[in-house]
């Protein structure tokens, strides 16, 4: 049976037109399959070398390395990771309190755990103190808009008329976040949350209609994934969202479209053969398994 940390491990799209992973690679899958046999050392090496790999471990993930190192006796390096990690928000702190797990049981066992519970816990209040809140709950309210819109239009049954629907949602949505980012910069994890950051990611990823918005998110988008404050797997599609815009191949292979027979299928990408090993640089899953979830998600075959 797989234990709770199985679920880092499933392709997880973000609802729909995105088309977006969350997490899943190959290499979290073998690190998942070592601690189920209870190969801990191999988990936490396996993670150790995925993080030479990617800007960050896919969203998720974070709490699962952890878990591997404490299992493996590793104690001082989960620890650092922690420290590392808390402030970026890619560690969920109640989680680490309490979650039964043979490592994570190990580490609050230790010597070292009330004094790193004390720093945890003052790291967590001064992320915790940046985040905008306001900013961050308007986001989050209308990332659920978008979502809404296109699981309606899919419901609806996926074709042209049902996909009008989500145009008002998108313009007003694009029309708000321009004028956030003009005054603010764009909403990163450390201001606004996971949450809050994936919706305006969302909100950007879907204001193809205005191609220099898009094409301005990208270089800002690019900025925070250099400074860990916004997902590598954004940047992926985002990235290939405007090169498709700039009727140039796509890099990750991200977006497909929706053919006369009813089926989708994936547009212009350079360098297929390399298609895989880019998408795991971003955090992205192999390329089959995006197929099959979207197949999953808009209920009709994908080529």
């Known amino acids: 049976m797989k234990t709770h940390f199985a679920n880092v ?34 988990c ?18 974070d709490l699962f390395y952890v878990e ?13 990771y922690v420290r590392r990690e808390l402030p970026n928000g890619r560690i969920d702190l109640a989680e680490l309190k309490s979650k039964d797990r043979p490592g994570l049981n190990r580490l609050r066992a230790s010597a070292g755990w009330a004094p790193a519970l004390a720093e945890a816990a003052k790291l967590e209040a001064d992320r915790q103190a940046k985040i905008d809140q306001p900013l961050r709950d308007e986001l989050v309210a209308r990332g659920a808009k978008d979502q809404a819109v296109r699981q309606q239009a899919i419901d609806e049954g996926g074709d042209a008329r049902a996909w009008e629907q989500t145009a008002a949602v998108d313009r007003d949505n694009a029309a708000w976040l321009k004028g956030v980012v003009a005054e603010k910069g764009w909403p990163t994890l450390a201001t606004v949350g996971h949450d809050g950051a994936q919706a305006a990611f969302l909100i950007a990823q879907h204001a193809s209609f205005d191609q220099a918005f898009q094409e301005q998110v990208l270089v800002e988008l690019e900025a925070a994934v250099e400074r860990k404050e ?10 290939d969202r ?4 700039q009727g140039k191949p796509q890099v990750y292979g991200t977006q497909f479209t929706f053919n006369e027979d009813g089926s ?3 547009q212009p990408t350079a360098d297929p053969d390399g298609l895989d ?27």
């Open 277 to 303: 090993d880019r998408r795991a640089s971003m955090g992205l899953p192999p390329i089959a398994e995006y197929r099959k979830s979207l197949s999953e998600i808009y209920r009709r075959p994908v080529k």
């Open 9 to 42: 491990a499933a392709v997880a799209l973000a609802v729909l037109a995105p088309f977006h992973a969350l997490a899943a690679s190959a290499t979290v899958d073998a690190a998942l399959e070592a601690y189920q046999a209870g190969d801990y050392a191999k």
């Open 264 to 266: 989708m299928s994936m």
């Open 242 to 245: 405007v090169l498709r815009q």
């Open 68 to 80: 591997c190192l404490a299992a493996a006796g590793r104690i001082d390096e989960a620890f650092a």
């Open 44 to 61: 936490a090496d396996t993670l150790t070398a995925m993080q030479g790999q990617v800007p960050v471990l896919p969203q998720g993930v």
């Open 230 to 239: 916004a997902e590598p797997g954004d940047l992926a599609l985002l990235t």
